[in-house]
Every structure is written in structure tokens, then in C-alpha cells.
């Protein structure tokens, strides 16, 4: 079965600076997907970021990159240039099968003005 | 176009009760998943239905069901609720890869 851990339970960076949130991963699948997730006070959860498991080449969106490191099982997120905006509970998941999403226990971000 | 509605967004019930939670997922999404969120057991998968079927579902007693319709939106129900199933439920809808687009959640409190 699938697991996902992230380590940091807390974070917090200055405005304006780079923070990196860590996440790894533990699949019996030869291809998968990576997700990471952000999930604001109001709790709504929204995609922030996807990495397919067969492209080497790591996702980038807008200020959100990852680290994938496919041999190390780890996926780590990248937030440069850090906004008050990006404060929330940050998730990393994979996917079992195609419809089944496991979690990690979330970080949560602070970003400090 | 409209995004993942659930209803309703909040529901207080008793012990023993029946509660009935409602998923519309984005026009043309066939796939509908739910999870379940809690501080002590983080995200968990419900199940997840597809065209009417339920292809995947997780590990939560039988007092947890779900159904689709055939214009895709889902209903999932809790029977004879208990203090522990005080959570947020999340659906999510998809063309096809699970999870990604989520609706705001029902906050269900269980006294």
C-alpha cells in the first residue's frame, strides 16, 4: 500500500522569501502521479501542483515547483517569493490505481510579513 | 463553468442519526470521489464512483454508503452516526485522473 509522510508538521518563512516543504513517498506502482495540495482556513482544497512519475522533468506552476527525486521517493514542493496568499495546510498525496488518493499529514505554512 | 458544489455545507446531528451528504461534480465529470478529514486521522478515502458504479472504496464500515445518479452527482450516507464521525467531507470530481477539483466540504458535527 501506498504511504506518504511529510516530516515538518510546522513552517514558516518570511514574505517575499523561498521556503520548501518535504514529502516522502513509499508505492508498489511502476507509474504514478504526485500531488501537492493546498488547503486555506476556508478548507477548500485545491491542486497546486502534479508530477508524473515517468517524466523526469520536475512541474513547475508560476512560484510552486517540485524536487522530484524518483530514486529517493521523496517530492518536495517549492514556494519561491512567498505571499501572505500561500498560508494554509499544505498536502502532499500519490495516487493508487487511478481513483484512490493517499495523503501525507499535511504542513502548515505560516508566512510571516 | 461552475466548480464541485457539495450541500449541504454544514450539518449538526445526534448520535444514532442518519445523515445524507450531496456531491455535484463539474459538468461532464463522470468520476466522483469522497474522502473523509479528521485532526487525529488526516485525509481519508471514502470511495469514489464512475458513469453510476462504485469502483474503489475504502476502509470504512458498512454504515458509510454512496450512490451515483446518472447526471453524475453523489450521495454518500452515514447511518447510525456516531461521536467519531464528526469530520469534514470532501468530494472531488474528475474526467479521469482522481482529485482534481474538490468542493468546499460538509462539516458534519456528531453530538
Known amino acids: 500500500a501506498q504511504t506518504v509522510t511529510q516530516s515538518q508538521p510546522e513552517m514558516s518563512v518570511q514574505e517575499a522569501e523561498t521556503v520548501t516543504l518535504s514529502c516522502t513517498y513509499d508505492?508498489?506502482?511502476?507509474?504514478?502521479?504526485l500531488f501537492w495540495y493546498k488547503q486555506p482556513p476556508s478548507r477548500q482544497m485545491i491542486l497546486v501542483i502534479r508530477q508524473e512519475a515517468y517524466k523526469q522533468q520536475n512541474a513547475t506552476e508560476n512560484r510552486f515547483s517540485v524536487n522530484f527525486q524518483k530514486a529517493a521517493k521523496s517530492f518536495s514542493l517549492k514556494i519561491s517569493d512567498s505571499q501572505l496568499g500561500d498560508a494554509a495546510m499544505y498536502f502532499c498525496?500519490?495516487?493508487?490505481?487511478?481513483?484512490?488518493?493517499?495523503f501525507g499529514q499535511g504542513t502548515r505554512l505560516t508566512i510571516n510579513p | 463553468k461552475a466548480g464541485v458544489t457539495q450541500t449541504p455545507r454544514y450539518l449538526i446531528k445526534t448520535r444514532g442519526q442518519q445523515v445524507t451528504l450531496s456531491c455535484s461534480p463539474i459538468?461532464?465529470?463522470?468520476?466522483v470521489s469522497w474522502y473523509q478529514q479528521t485532526p487525529g486521522q488526516g485525509l481519508q478515502f471514502l470511495f469514489e464512483?464512475?458513469?453510476?458504479?462504485?469502483?474503489n472504496k475504502g476502509n470504512f464500515p458498512g454504515r458509510f454508503s454512496g450512490r451515483q445518479f446518472s447526471n453524475s452527482r453523489s450521495e454518500m450516507n452515514v447511518s447510525t452516526l456516531e461521536l467519531g464521525d464528526s469530520a469534514l467531507y470532501l468530494c472531488?470530481?474528475?474526467?479521469?485522473?482522481?482529485?482534481?477539483?474538490f468542493g468546499p466540504g460538509t462539516r458534519l458535527t456528531v453530538l
Open positions: 472531488a470530481s474528475s474526467l479521469g485522473l482522481a482529485g482534481e477539483f
Open positions: 459538468s461532464g465529470h463522470r468520476s
Open positions: 464512483y464512475f458513469s453510476e458504479t462504485q469502483r
Open positions: 498525496a500519490t495516487i493508487q490505481g487511478a481513483q484512490k488518493l493517499v
Open positions: 508505492t508498489s506502482e511502476s507509474d504514478y502521479y
